[in-house]
């Protein structure tokens, strides 16, 4: 078998010059991309809305969803104190007994001391 050479298959042959100028940009493309690559890790990491901001904004949802349930807690002990209060005399009795140490006629107060 005989070896051809490149000219024998109307095969120009590159100057160094040539291969060079093909080179770079296979060079160039990498490292851009390895670029951008950066700037959206950078940009996701740290930008608005990213994940440091959305750790953030969580922490505060589940804060808020606290502070929620605890005051949902307060407004119905208060919702069921106050039907109470719309329906029965005995609420009402006690609560001036308790908070206004009011007694009826007739009744007589007895205080006792803790010694």
């Avoid at 990213?50 to 606290?66: F, H, M, S």
Wanted: glycine share 6%.
């Amino acid at each position: 078998m005989a070896v051809m050479s490149l000219t024998a298959w109307n095969i120009p042959h590159q100057s160094q010059g040539q291969s060079d100028r093909l080179i770079a940009p296979m060079k160039i493309i990498p490292a851009i991309f390895f670029v951008l690559l950066i700037l959206l890790q950078i940009k996701l990491w740290s930008g608005d809305g990213g994940i440091v901001d959305t750790v953030q904004l969580q922490r505060a949802v589940d804060q808020q969803q606290q502070e929620n349930d605890t005051l949902s807690e307060r407004n119905t002990a208060l919702e069921a104190e106050v039907e109470d209060l719309k329906k029965g005399v005995d609420a009402i009795e006690e609560r001036a007994r308790s908070e206004l140490g009011l007694i009826k006629p007739g009744e007589t107060f007895f205080q006792t001391v803790d010694e």
